[in-house]
Structure formats: C-alpha cells, structure tokens
C-alpha cells in the first residue's frame, strides 16, 4: 500500500541528546514536510523540501535540522538546542502543482 | 505568517445532532483543506476544495470554498460517536505550505 511511514510512534530521549525521526513515503511525492503539534494548538511547519537535495526553513526551524538525500525520506534531527523538544511531530508529503498534503501517523518524543 | 481564524475551538454535542465549523483569513487564497485527527493519530484529509464557491460532499460531511476565497465552512449531518476528534482547516499558500486553523475539538455524547 502506498503511505507516509513514521518510525518510531514513541520514542524517549534524555535532555541533552540529539534524536532523529524517520519520515518515508513511497507516493512518488516530490515535497514532504515537517510540522510540530503541541496540546491544544495547530500544526507549526518546521522545515519543507520541495525537491532531492533542497530543503527550506519554516516558521520554527532553530534548534532542528533535517536532509533530503533519497525522494522517498526526510529525516527530522531534534537537537540539543531545541529548547522545548517534547512534541507530536507530523511528517506530510503532496505531489506537484498542489497543495494537498498528506500526513503519516506521527512521532511522540518525549524528552526527560 | 498569516493567520488562520478557525471557530469553534470547541463543541460538545448530542449524537444526531448536526455541526458547522468554520475557518476565515484576511488574504484570499486558492485552496481550502479540511482534516480530521483522532487523538495520537496524523491528520487524515476529508474534503479539498480548489474554486471559489464551490461545494464539496463526503458521506455526511460538506464544505463550502467562500465566494470571497476568504473563508470556508465545513458542516457534518447526523452525528456520530465516531466524529470525535480534531477538524483542522488548512488554505494553500506560496511554495505549496499550508497555514493551519488552531483545530475545533469535536466531543459527541451517545
């Protein structure tokens, strides 16, 4: 079946740690997205790449970093500098000339 | 960036009841996106609307696309327990980024 793919659904880091979150799609989608959820407020994009080997900043980027090596991933690298990390992070990908994104089920970090 | 206006953040209705929810912006923009998520879940994509009065039906839900290209509303018909959840609007933008509405909390009581 063609999807979004997130791994993994919960994952646990200490404060101080770097900690990546996979994101992969077999849509043949050119963009795939980041965005971060927090309780109670809608999705705030953090990084976009609109094709292989590009990538662009969003509203909230500092202290995240992400690579576009493959179509197919976009992995999301939360960083020590991410000040306030503990997040439901949702990937997004659309195909071209539109505007319609789709979601893949989320990432639960939680950092203690 | 520019902002979304969703209403209401909440509703707590009785099963059969029917919804109306809607999104509005200050600038105009050609696409109006209505998602569903359930809690710990992605948002899954409900309704796309892509022209400005245009009307668009899902099973029991129906959005509009405002003449005005500002706004857009999204109605759900007899409800059921199983339409719990968050309904997001989202409006297309430059680079194709969405904006997203804050979300409208949806409780149905059996």
């Known amino acids: 079946d063609g999807g979004i793919t997130q791994s993994p659904k919960y994952l646990f880091r200490k404060e101080g740690q770097n900690v990546t979150l996979s994101c992969e799609q077999n849509?043949?989608?050119?963009?795939m997205y980041w965005y971060r959820q927090d309780p109670g407020q809608g999705l705030r994009l953090i990084y976009y790449?609109?094709?292989?080997?590009?990538?662009q900043k969003g509203d909230i980027a500092e202290g995240y970093s992400v690579s576009r090596e493959k179509k197919e991933s976009f992995p999301l690298t939360v960083t020590s500098a991410q000040k306030n990390p503990t997040a439901f992070y949702l990937c997004?990908?659309?195909?071209?000339?539109?505007?319609?994104?789709?979601f893949g089920p989320g990432t639960r970090l939680t950092v203690l | 960036g520019q902002q979304l206006n969703q209403s209401p953040q909440s509703m707590f209705i009785q099963e059969g009841e029917d919804v109306s929810m809607n999104c509005t912006s200050s600038?105009?923009?050609?696409?109006w996106l209505w998602y569903k998520q359930e809690p710990g879940e992605g948002p899954v994509l409900l309704i796309a609307?892509?022209?400005?009065?245009e009307l668009t039906s899902n099973g029991r839900l129906t959005a509009q696309f405002g003449i005005t290209r500002k706004d857009s509303f999204l109605n759900i018909s007899a409800s059921i327990p199983s339409d719990v959840g968050i309904y997001f609007c989202?409006?297309?933008?430059?680079?194709?980024?969405?904006?997203f509405g804050k979300g409208t909390l949806l409780t149905v009581n059996p």
């Open positions: 997004a990908s659309t195909g071209s000339s539109t505007d319609t994104q789709y």
């Open positions: 849509l043949n989608h050119d963009a």
């Open positions: 609307l892509y022209k400005a009065g």
């Open positions: 600038s105009i923009f050609n696409t």
């Open positions: 790449s609109q094709i292989v080997n590009d990538f």
């Open positions: 989202a409006r297309g933008g430059s680079n194709y980024k969405l904006t």
